[in-house]
């Protein structure tokens, strides 16, 4: 089928890229490449669920012409991306909902979470309400542990979410 060789050094800037190559004779080939440090124990690569609550914002911006908003949130983490439901006429929703992204916990804490809040429009395009951009600690995350989170959204109010690691059986 042909071969194609690869710079690593793109592994400087960052521990985990995603590929798409062309090859020589027909076809491409999507792959990722991880750089793991000696010593790291092989758990950053276990497969399993990333479950991520999302509770609640309050005090969001307004994305409506009537003052209110229809917000729902996006988790996306490289590829993998989920969404929540929405909430009609609030700019302190509660969602009390869990999205969930399947992959490896390393691919996960390289590339963190992005959240990102969005007004609902019936007829034209959803509005953005603000992006929350977060890291993942490995750690904590293997352990079992939940991480809850308060954040800030730039544009106005804050997200309360927690998120939770589930290996597979």
């Not at 229809?70 to 999205?99: F, I, M, N, Q, T």
């Amino acid at each position: 089928l042909g071969e194609l060789s690869v710079d690593l050094r793109v592994l400087e800037a960052q521990s985990h890229v995603e590929l798409i190559r062309d090859l020589p004779t027909k076809g491409t080939v999507h792959f990722s490449v991880t750089w793991l440090p000696k010593g790291v124990v092989s758990y950053t690569l276990e497969l399993g669920t990333l479950h991520v609550h999302l509770k609640r914002a309050s005090g969001i911006k307004a994305g409506d012409w009537n003052g209110s908003s229809d917000p729902y949130v996006k988790v996306l983490s490289g590829e993998r991306e989920a969404r929540g439901k929405v909430v009609k006429s609030s700019l302190d929703p509660v969602w009390d909902e869990v999205v969930e992204l399947q992959g490896n916990l390393q691919e996960f804490v390289a590339r963190g979470l992005l959240l990102q809040l969005y007004d609902w429009d019936r007829f034209d395009s959803d509005d953005a309400l603000g992006d929350v951009q977060v890291a993942l600690d490995t750690d904590r995350l293997r352990t079992g542990e939940t991480l809850e989170m308060a954040e800030a959204v730039p544009t106005r109010g804050t997200l309360y979410f927690s998120v939770t690691w589930a290996p597979n059986p």
